[in-house]
């Protein structure tokens, strides 16, 4: 950024604006017409001949205009999202699909659904990890000979069944052990396990019973999986005349694998996370955005964004990823959410 003086950052935010609204090289008349710049085409020309030097433009053909490349996107990207803030417009979308909804799968999907809708764009999440969810009650009966169920109640409301293997044991005494451990404090399984093997050094008996039915609800957690949502209305847009390209996509969207390991990288990193390009390290396609922000459930947290071309309005669609996590953020807390987006006082 610092080798770009005022009017080369000036017409590079103008070509890349220009490119988003319409998808096709930008040439120097266009610039001149559309964007006030009070400079020729010969001059405005001439910047953009230096930008495309500097690694911030190419040109698709040689008599054609330029298209930014990844250094030109993240410039702008960097520059311009924070100046945006969310649409009064997309603000209620978002309340209206997801202000009557409770906690649990179909927020998360109804959130991806408005996502992909308001931003024409595959939406991608991940669930919080249920091991790390915070816990009111967690309680153990007999099933059948050589099964358990285990009963958990989170901190947000919902409730889940687990069928493990393994023998009853003195569960009166472990469901006991249980409440006391739970009584006046919210705890994950990993957090209840954890402190079970602590007193585990100085006790034995129902400790050890009750570290062992815990250790199966852990270990049956099945593991986190991304959701997609979108990939249609994504393939509608005019990139995706190619063929070749959607096919690309679809590989990239098959490898949950790897594009879970980019959601993951979001949690640690915190905030919303755009990478634009090279930068996603997806060796199938590299006309690709990645726009991913963490958003939090009762102590533990999933991540929830966008995938798309380059070709994107990054002004609109990183404040609105940021402001839908929040909303899940809000609902899966059990805040209540008001007009504005924040939480009723």
């Not at 358990?148 to 409301?157: E, F, N, Y």
């Not at 472990?174 to 451990?181: H, S």
């Not at 991913?292 to 002004?315: A, C, E, H, K, L």
Request: with cysteine; aromatic share 4%.
């Amino acid at each position: 950024m610092s080798e770009l003086t005022y009017r080369s950052r000036k017409i590079l935010y103008a070509t890349v604006t220009e490119y988003i609204a319409t998808g096709e090289p930008v040439g120097s008349r266009r610039l001149a017409k559309r964007y006030g710049l009070n400079l020729s085409p010969a001059t405005i020309r001439n910047v953009l001949a230096d930008l495309e030097d500097m690694g911030y433009l190419r040109q698709p053909h040689t008599s054609a205009g330029r298209v930014p490349t990844d250094q030109g996107f993240r410039v702008f990207v960097d520059a311009l999202v924070q100046m945006r803030e969310v649409s009064t417009q997309d603000r209620a979308a978002v309340l209206d699909r997801l202000r009557d909804l409770g906690p649990g799968p179909e927020l998360l999907k109804e959130a991806g659904e408005v996502l992909s809708a308001l931003t024409g764009a595959a939406a991608v999440f991940t669930p919080p990890r249920p091991e790390e969810e915070k816990l009111i009650q967690l309680h153990f009966m007999p099933l059948r000979e050589g099964q358990l169920l285990a009963v958990l109640v989170t901190a947000g409301g919902a409730v889940q069944n687990r069928v493990l293997a393994g023998d009853a044991g003195d569960l009166q005494r472990v469901n006991n052990l249980l409440a006391e451990m739970l009584q006046g404090e919210s705890r994950s399984l990993v957090e209840i396990h954890r402190a079970l093997l602590k007193e585990m050094d100085e006790q034995r008996g129902v400790v050890e019973e009750a570290r062992a039915v815990v250790e199966k609800a852990v270990d049956s957690s099945a593991p986190v999986e991304m959701v997609i949502e979108g990939q249609g209305r994504l393939f509608d847009r005019p990139e995706f005349l190619d063929g070749d390209k959607i096919r690309r996509f679809v590989k990239t969207f098959e490898d949950k694998e790897r594009l879970a390991a980019l959601l993951a990288e979001t949690l640690s990193a915190g905030g919303v996370r755009v990478l634009i390009g090279s930068e996603a390290n997806l060796e199938d396609v590299e006309d690709i955005s990645v726009i991913t922000t963490p958003y939090s459930s009762t102590g533990s947290t999933g991540s929830i964004g966008v995938i798309g071309p380059t070709r994107m309005d990054y002004g609109k669609v990183v404040p609105l990823v940021g402001f839908t996590a929040k909303v899940v953020s809000d609902k899966l807390c059990g805040a209540a959410v008001g007009d504005e987006g924040e939480e009723e006082r």
